[in-house]
């Protein structure tokens, strides 16, 4: 009918999805691993609008294209890294990653732009869990607790896996004799040697690597998913990629950044409202005034 | 191990379309508050035993919620980055609770019934529970089950047997094990004193001699990290791993006497206390941090509260 309303009001909705993504990133911001996230919006496609009926001769054909509304269209991740927070347990582990690409420099916001012109994204780094379907994901939260059978937890209980595909599994040891280096490989410290898991090789923390990082599914419960699992590789020994024992990576959301974000989600919100209200009062002035006798 | 099943389109291994809520916001942030007065729970239970004896201290973490991912149906417009989901978070919860078990100071009291471990040991404690089969004598069985503590303020009670002999127990009543499991006992009038090893002598009055009334038993448990807290300074493993034929391969019993005395690694501090491992400067840090992300959940619910109110003003 008039298309103004319809437009403040995908505004309206536009803008809450905006407010729940600042809350949820306010709501995460101790949450160990946690990316913040950012809403991008988009316009609906344009209509074009065509005049078919006028009192000026002459006035009649296309006026122009008109965009008919907003939505938000995508949550996208921040990858930047964490700071990372000393714990002094022997199971919390965090990753500091900076990969590097030959000849492409990254900005803050991990992206860089090549010689052709496109856009590329910094890969990220990750620890790879399975969870109780033996599906994988991805998580930066290194926050691992050790059950009974030796097998290293994730919070919400997905196995930490290993180089070999398998869960890591260090059954018999106390988790405060184990070093963990920064390639990932577990070593036991009253002897020195490296722990050896089930298969009889050494076990080494499975590092992911992520080239598409965008590609990335955030599901909840710290993990990522992948939809093509193929895309991830395992670290490769000389990537600027470290595992550190005794520390987890705190979130990186700015709480700052976050509040401001919901306060404009806010008012923008408000302002739409108020766009609804003038054509709320300008259709009662049509039904109710025009043509009154 | 399979690799993931893989998706054929966004939704296969996935939860998807959660349930399209006005007040998202207000949830969010209503769990988190939750998720953090918890966190404040625990802050303010580990300052509050400060001063306790043997007191080991909680911690938690947190970790985001299952989001609910909604496919977005539709032509992908381009210069979209991302699949075409939108995953819709719902605020953090607390996980991970886990006690700290490493060692807290070491304050001398010149008690003699006053003990500290030095190393990683624990004192075995029995607690007593009655068990259905009845004594030949005709009352109910008491069996002791174990539980483990660092903290070695024991004390001398009767024991209300008709030998007239007094148990050594901690504060609260549990009598403390032997290394045969049963309860440590002297005879009513006795000087007591325990050495290095975990050996408790019993002097009589007119003896020179003291005699040798029990021997502490002294664990080490190899997996200190599924430690549960049973209160009164107890610590067990939790019901399903104390089951003695799975407990066995938990527990290492420490032979003090077969060490000697002068070993460097593990001993019995007679007139010496465990304090509590609490940090204050780290507890009060944490208690700012968790206030300041309380008061912004808050502040995120007020905003929630406020949209939700220029929704309602729309008309009218």
Do not use: C
């Amino acid at each position: 009918m008039m298309r103004g309303l319809y437009m403040a009001a995908a505004g309206m909705i536009a803008q809450q999805r905006k407010h729940d993504a600042a809350v949820n990133n306010i709501a995460n911001a101790n949450t160990p691993g946690y990316k913040a996230v950012t809403t991008t919006m988009r316009t609906f496609p344009e209509a074009l609008l065509h005049a078919i009926r006028t009192g000026d001769a002459g006035r009649r054909g296309p006026i122009g294209r008109l965009a008919t509304g907003v939505f938000a269209e995508e949550y996208v991740p921040l990858f930047v890294q964490g700071d990372l927070a000393s714990t002094g347990r022997a199971t919390d582990l965090a990753i500091l990653a900076d990969i590097r690409v030959d000849g492409l420099e990254f900005d803050a916001a991990g992206r860089a732009v090549n010689a052709n012109g496109e856009t590329v994204y910094q890969p990220q780094a990750f620890f790879t869990v399975a969870n109780e379907n033996g599906d994988v994901r991805f998580t930066r939260n290194g926050q691992f607790t050790v059950n009974a059978a030796g097998e290293w937890l994730t919070p919400s209980g997905m196995r930490l896996l290993g180089t070999n595909g398998q869960p890591v599994v260090t059954a018999g040891i106390d988790a405060a004799d184990i070093q963990v280096t920064a390639a990932g490989l577990l070593i036991n410290r009253r002897t020195g040697e490296p722990v050896i898991g089930g298969d009889g090789e050494p076990v080494q923390i499975l590092v992911s690597v992520v080239e598409q990082p965008y590609n990335l599914i955030r599901e909840g419960n710290g993990v990522f998913v992948l939809e093509n699992p193929a895309e991830a590789r395992a670290l490769q020994p000389g990537e600027n990629v470290r595992v550190m024992q005794g520390y987890t990576e705190r979130s990186n959301v700015d709480p700052l950044q976050a509040t401001v974000d919901m306060m404009t989600a806010l008012r923008m919100y408000e302002a739409n409202q108020q766009v609804i209200q003038t054509f709320d009062r300008t259709l009662d002035k049509t039904v109710n005034d025009i043509g009154r006798l | 191990m399979t690799a993931g099943s893989g998706m054929a389109g966004p939704g296969r291994n996935l939860i998807v379309n959660g349930v399209e809520s006005m007040n998202h916001s207000m949830i969010t942030a209503g769990v988190t508050m939750n998720g953090l007065q918890r966190r404040l729970d625990l802050i303010a239970h580990n300052i509050a035993n400060l001063n306790t004896t043997g007191y080991k201290k909680q911690d938690a973490t947190f970790d985001d919620l299952l989001t609910s991912i909604k496919a977005q149906r539709g032509k992908t417009l381009p210069g979209r980055l991302t699949p075409p989901v939108l995953p819709i978070g719902s605020g953090a919860r607390l996980a991970g609770l886990k006690i700290d078990m490493t060692a807290g100071p070491l304050t001398e009291t010149g008690n003699p019934l006053d003990l500290a471990l030095q190393g990683d040991a624990l004192f075995e404690i029995g607690v007593p529970v009655v068990t259905e089969t009845a004594d030949p004598d005709g009352g109910p069985q008491i069996v002791y089950e174990p539980a483990w503590t660092r903290s070695g303020a024991f004390r001398l009670s009767p024991s209300g047997d008709e030998d007239g002999t007094f148990m050594l127990t901690t504060p609260d009543g549990y009598p403390v094990l032997d290394v045969f499991g049963n309860p440590v006992r002297v005879p009513a009038v006795s000087d007591v004193t325990v050495d290095r090893q975990g050996n408790v002598w019993a002097r009589q009055p007119g003896q020179d001699e003291p005699a040798l009334a029990a021997t502490l038993k002294v664990v080490r448990v190899t997996r200190p990290d599924l430690l549960e807290a049973r209160g009164d300074g107890l610590y067990a493993y939790p019901p399903a791993l104390m089951d003695p034929a799975v407990r066995e391969a938990l527990v290492e019993e420490l032979d003090l006497n077969e060490r000697g005395p002068d070993d460097a690694e593990i001993a019995v501090l007679p007139g010496w206390l465990e304090g509590s491992n609490v940090d204050l400067a780290a507890e009060l840090t944490e208690l700012i941090n968790v206030q300041r992300a309380y008061q912004l959940s808050a502040r995120a619910l007020q905003s929630a509260h406020e949209m939700m109110g220029i929704a309602n003003r729309l008309r009218g």
